[in-house]
Structure formats: structure tokens, C-alpha cells
């Protein structure tokens, strides 16, 4: 995966956390990916985006054991794996965060951050040891709750999405996936949640995001994967790269409406409003 010169890029040399090589996968006549590859390395954002059924869940759902793969190879710092399973995924030390949040509106934020991973003590569940850690996990990443005892359904859709990436760092992963964790928020609350993927990758995690949105992207990503039917069609350092050229590659064509806006304004004449 290339990555354009610079100390702040430094991180990524060496072998990465996660790799998809030549990585295929069908659903009965219908070829959803073909010789996919894929890169994510500690303390990087990759932005994997695509048109809607390039195939950006399939790869998803490949990573997290939902669709085992048919052909080609995952690793896991440089040695393959074979993941048939969620949990086989969960061990490895990958988090996935689906769109749709999953969690319990009736438990508090304590309740649903040890969701299945209950602490215990004498027998008993250690609501003391869970509250603590809850607060200096959450303290830790910034995240700011009015309480750790508030039910999940009193707070703001940024509030959640927060919460369910916090949840998913319970198991100290080393990738986490993201799918569309800014959809239908506001300003404010997006900035809450890309604020957040910025303290990921400071923990030098691997981050993979999936959206839609290019401001997004271009705010937090390291590096852009485009798809395009269930093919690559591209990686781009993001700082290297156009809007343009990322738009370009997701719909297969270099005249849109995007790059025509592009070149009215380079021939404006200098000065020009």
C-alpha cells in the first residue's frame, strides 16, 4: 500500500496488522468480490469506499467471520488465518462496529460496555470494578456522558455511536472497523465521532472506516481503498490525493459533475470570483 513521504506516515512501514490478498468471495451465480487486497496498518485509518454494492459489506462481514471468504488469504501480522466465525475474528483482535449500533436501550452505558463481558467478584457481578473501568475508559478516549449510569436511550445519536465504538475496545483489539459511524448525525456529533477515530489511531490501532462521505474520509483517513464491483480500483494516500480522483475511481468515470466543477474553476480567469 503506497504512502506518501513524510515523518507523519512513518508509523505505517513494516508489516501490516491486517491483510486481504486475492481475496474472492460468491453467493450461489452472484461474484460479490474478486481478488480484493487490502491493507491496514497499526496507528492507520484506511477509508474503504465504493458505490453502494461495490462491496464494501461483503468485505466487511469477510473480516468479522460473517462470510467466510472463498478464496485467497487473510493475515494477521504477516502470518495467515483462517476466520470461519465471529469469535474467530473477536480473538484475532478485531472489532467490528455495525451501522445499526446493537445496543440496549433499556441498560445504562456501564451495562452495555461489559455487555456479555460481565466483570464478576465472589460469585457476583462487580458493579463497582465495571462503573470504574467504564469511567476511565471513557475519560481515557475523551468521551464526554452526562453519567455512566444514564440509560442508552436518553443520549444523542453521536452519544451512541460513541459508546458502541468504546464498547467494542473492551477486548483491546488492534483493528477496529467502523461502518458509516457518522450517518444521519449532525455536525456537531459527527465531529464528536471523528475526534474519537483520531484518538484510535493515536492508540496506534488499525482503523478501517467505511462511508460515504468524502469530507468525512478526508478528514480522518491515512489512505483510501475504493471498490468498484467487487473489484479494487484503487489506493490513495489522502493527502496525495484529489477529491476528483478518489470520485473518479468509486463510479468508473472521469467526467462527472465533480471533476467538470473542477475544471470551470482552473479556467476562471486569475482574480475572478
Known amino acids: 500500500m503506497s504512502s506518501p513521504v513524510g515523518s507523519s506516515y512513518a508509523r505505517l512501514d513494516g508489516e501490516p496488522v491486517l491483510a486481504l490478498r486475492g481475496i474472492s468471495k460468491r453467493f450461489g451465480a452472484v461474484q460479490a468480490l474478486t481478488d480484493v487486497e487490502l491493507e491496514v496498518h497499526k496507528g492507520e485509518v484506511v477509508a474503504l469506499v465504493g458505490d453502494n454494492g461495490a462491496g464494501k459489506s461483503t468485505v466487511v462481514k469477510a473480516i468479522a467471520g460473517v462470510h467466510p ?3 485467497g488469504q487473510i493475515e494477521w501480522d504477516g502470518r495467515p488465518v483462517s476466520i470461519h466465525r465471529p469469535q474467530d475474528s473477536q480473538h484475532l483482535g478485531v ?4 451501522q445499526d449500533l446493537a445496543l440496549a436501550d433499556n441498560l445504562d452505558v456501564v451495562a452495555n460496555l461489559f455487555l456479555g463481558r460481565e466483570l464478576t467478584k465472589n460469585g457476583t457481578l462487580d458493579e463497582v470494578g465495571m462503573e470504574k473501568q467504564a469511567q476511565e475508559l471513557l475519560d481515557t478516549l475523551s468521551i464526554r456522558i452526562p453519567s455512566v449510569r444514564i440509560p442508552v436511550a436518553s443520549l444523542s445519536g453521536g452519544q451512541r455511536q460513541v459508546v458502541a465504538i468504546a464498547r467494542s475496545l473492551i477486548g483491546n ?23 474519537l477515530v483520531e484518538r484510535l489511531r493515536g492508540r496506534d490501532l488499525g482503523v478501517i472506516l467505511i462511508s460515504h462521505n468524502m469530507v468525512d474520509v478526508r478528514a480522518v483517513a491515512d489512505t483510501v481503498a475504493v471498490l468498484r464491483l467487487g473489484r479494487n480500483n484503487g489506493t490513495f494516500p489522502v493527502q496525495q490525493t484529489t477529491q476528483e480522483t ?5 463510479t468508473g468515470a472521469t467526467d462527472n459533475a465533480v471533476t467538470r466543477r473542477a475544471a470551470r474553476g482552473a479556467q476562471r480567469p486569475e482574480g475572478e470570483a
Do not use: R
Not at 457518522?182 to 465521532?193: K, Y
Not at 478518489?246 to 468509486?250: F, Q, R, T
Open 95 to 98: 472489532a467490528t462496529v455495525y
Open 173 to 195: 483489539p488492534k483493528v477496529v472497523i467502523l461502518d458509516e459511524p457518522t450517518a444521519a448525525l449532525g455536525v456537531e456529533q459527527t465531529a464528536q465521532v471523528l475526534d
Open 246 to 250: 478518489i470520485i473518479a475511481a468509486i
Open 69 to 71: 471468504i472463498d478464496e
